[in-house]
């Protein structure tokens, strides 16, 4: 008894340790501490934000429909580049239902991934996650091009980049709600 209070911190890293080593174990583990760091993103200051010139992105729908990125000029979108094998993209999928709910009959949202349509699906499905999931059929406009999963890029309706994160997020936090709110509310 004695060995196990000298030592319980130890004994409880190997066991996060071997958890960590088993495939099974190991992606809830990642999605929940991933999860449990996500704060709201940082916007970007409205003097140094890119302007978004190049809509032209051809993507389609998991049904199979085609979408230009186009139809979006003029409007706020939120683009998540993402992957359902990637615990930070997998960690940030419930705040960004709860926004879309809140947000997506205003906002443009587009979930690009270059999965299998069958897979996202059934992801989606599994979740019960009704977001809008697409496929690029070419390259991103070189401003939403990233070599990093999860990348969220938040445009507004002037051409404006004014979120750029890599990595996970808390996307249903009051403080980006806010910056919506104000993109939205921009001529």
Not at 109 to 121: H, P
Request: a neutral charge.
């Amino acid at each position: 008894m004695e060995f196990l209070k000298k030592n319980w911190f130890n004994i409880l890293f190997i066991i996060l340790i071997i958890l960590l080593l088993v495939p099974q174990t190991r992606k809830p583990i990642q999605v929940g501490l991933n999860r449990m760091i996500s704060f709201s993103p940082s916007k970007i200051a409205e003097d140094e934000r890119d302007t978004l010139e190049n809509y032209n992105w051809n993507l389609v729908d998991l049904n199979g429909e085609p979408v230009n990125f186009k139809s979006s000029i003029g409007k706020v979108a939120v683009v998540n580049l993402w992957a359902t094998w990637c615990p930070p993209c997998i960690a940030e999928m419930p705040s960004f239902q709860k926004l879309y709910d809140q947000y997506g009959d205003r906002v443009d949202f587009y979930f690009v991934s270059t999965e299998e349509a069958a897979k996202l699906q059934h992801f989606l499905d599994k979740k019960h996650y009704r977001l809008p999931v697409y496929q690029p059929l070419d390259m991103a406009p070189q401003k939403l091009q990233s070599r990093s999963l999860p990348t969220t890029i938040v445009i507004s309706r002037k051409g404006k980049i004014a979120v750029n994160k890599e990595g996970s997020a808390n996307w249903n936090d009051s403080g980006f709600k806010e910056l919506l709110d104000q993109l939205l509310a921009e001529d």
